[in-house]
Nanobody
Framework: VQLVESGGGLVQPGGSLRLSCAASGITFSIYDMGWYRQAPGKQRELVAQITRGGRTNYADSVKGRFTISRDNTKNILYLQMNMLKPEDTAVYYC??????????WGQGTQVTVSS
């Protein structure tokens, strides 16, 4: 199983980034997927989730700015991040979960929001 994140980088406040998570080795369409982040010295936290049925859930801090989506034909999870703030700076991780029994994580991609 591999979850490979990409799309991170350095962006100015107010800017946008789109993260991708390419999945292999799993039947992507039956997994609930999520984006998490971890800032230095802080615990990993949920950013957004999308169920296998397409229902979404967001952390209050990103509502209205971030959009999670999935392409089951390409086995890719996305996170569109707009109006980025310095406090969004973190390593962003992709997570795949099946019935709370099987859980897989990607290696993470760094997002830095700074002028």
């Amino acid at each position: 199983v591999q979850l490979v994140e990409s799309g991170g980088g350095l962006v100015q406040p107010g800017g946008s980034l789109r993260l991708s998570c390419a999945a292999s080795g799993i039947t992507f369409s039956i997994y609930d997927m999520g984006w998490y982040r971890q800032a230095p010295g802080k615990q990993r936290e949920l950013v957004a989730q999308i169920t296998r049925g397409g229902r979404t859930n967001y952390a209050d801090s990103v509502k209205g700015r971030f959009t999670i989506s999935r392409d089951n034909t390409k086995n890719i999870l996305y996170l569109q991040m707009n109006m980025l703030k310095p406090e969004d700076t973190a390593v962003y991780y992709c997570k795949a979960e099946l019935n709370s029994v099987l859980t897989y994580w990607g290696q993470g991609t760094q997002v830095t929001v700074s002028s």
